[in-house]
């Protein structure tokens, strides 16, 4: 019989023994109580492209392969000129090494996908931000003007050029968005006038319907090329852009400065209550372990129903603030004594 010296040890070797496989298949099921919204790009998707390739010769397929993982660069350490940094010049060059698939796709394209893992480490042992899978998800509410007075929100199911290009610069940059359909619209009652004159109230209904954010657009057309003026919502930030795509990559480029993680690994103790059972421990400790920027989970003790977890994260403290804070499932507390984060378990 094997006896343990406090909780903290026995949870450690019950997970280590039990939880990991079983793990698995309750969370597909349960999906982790988080929400749909959690994470809205897979690890899979941001490292994969599709990129032009002239020919089936050897030479058109390499340059096809860098090209992909200039874009897979731009989306992953969030910054628009990364094809173009010289730092990652030798990551674009051995570019084949990385690819684990790809195929040939109509009218001269191909699909590459890319080993996310081992180009995350790259980044990592190289000093580059990355920026993971905890992307916010934004609510787009664009107005397009049709007469003098009058005009039309753009849904969920509408195919206009602007709305392609709108969709295309998002999933460049790797940026979830969400477009109403028109049921909601109705629902929240947002029309023309409203979103013409940037009501202040869309940040609530952004939350209401499950987004971090907001971006309100006012075009001139649905062309691609259409002048749209920008108003991006996000906590406490509003910013004004001006531009067919500006508020698309502004959008971007400001979660990128936020989320994306860089530097060497650093331990971080945090505490959290609420964890009343083993459920509420798996759960929770896949949900950290799921964060692309925390490397190793480990419990050092356990007092109650609070726990007490020791991180090993890229960013310390504020990136793990600003990551926990997307869907709110940890929510802060005042600090103890001590002086480590404090978080109350959210259900």
């Not at 979830?176 to 940037?198: I, R, T």
């Amino acid at each position: 019989m094997v006896f343990y010296n406090t909780m903290g040890q026995y949870l450690r070797r019950f997970s280590e023994r039990y939880l990991r496989s079983a793990l698995i298949m309750w969370v597909c099921a349960a999906g982790l109580c988080l929400g749909q919204n959690a994470f809205a790009v897979t690890r899979a998707e941001m490292y994969q492209a599709t990129v032009p390739v002239a020919d089936r010769s050897e030479a058109a397929q390499t340059a096809a392969f860098q090209n992909a993982m200039r874009t897979v660069l731009i989306r992953v350490t969030g910054r628009r000129t990364a094809d173009e940094d010289p730092a990652l010049g030798s990551l674009v060059s051995s570019a084949r090494r990385y690819v684990q698939q790809y195929r040939a796709g109509g009218d001269g394209q191909l699909w590459v996908a890319f080993d996310g893992p081992a180009i995350e480490r790259w980044l990592t042992q190289n000093g580059q931000p990355l920026w993971g899978h905890e992307r916010p998800t934004t609510l787009m509410l664009v107005a397009v003007q049709t007469g003098v007075q009058n005009g039309s929100i753009i849904t969920t199911d509408e195919n206009s050029d602007l709305k392609a290009a709108i969709d295309a610069a998002a999933a460049a940059r790797g940026l979830p968005l969400v477009w109403p359909s028109s049921a909601e619209l109705q629902k929240y009652h947002v029309d023309f006038p409203s979103v013409n004159s940037g009501s202040s109230t869309f940040a609530d209904v952004a939350r209401r319907m499950g987004s971090d954010g907001v971006l309100i657009g006012r075009a001139s057309s649905a062309s691609a090329n259409a002048n749209v003026r920008w108003t991006h919502l996000f906590q406490d930030h509003s910013s004004e852009y001006s531009g067919t795509l500006e508020g698309v990559n502004r959008t971007a480029d400001l979660y990128a400065g936020m989320f994306a993680a860089s530097g060497g690994l650093v331990p971080v103790e945090i505490e959290v209550a609420g964890v009343n059972d083993l459920r509420d421990y798996a759960s929770l400790e896949s949900y950290l372990e799921s964060f692309s920027f925390i490397s190793h989970v480990s419990v050092e003790s356990l007092s109650g129903d609070t726990v007490r977890f020791r991180l090993s994260t890229r960013g310390g403290n504020e990136s793990l603030q600003r990551a926990l804070s997307l869907n709110g499932r940890l929510q802060p507390v005042a600090a103890g004594e001590n002086g480590i984060q404090r978080f109350q378990l959210r259900r």
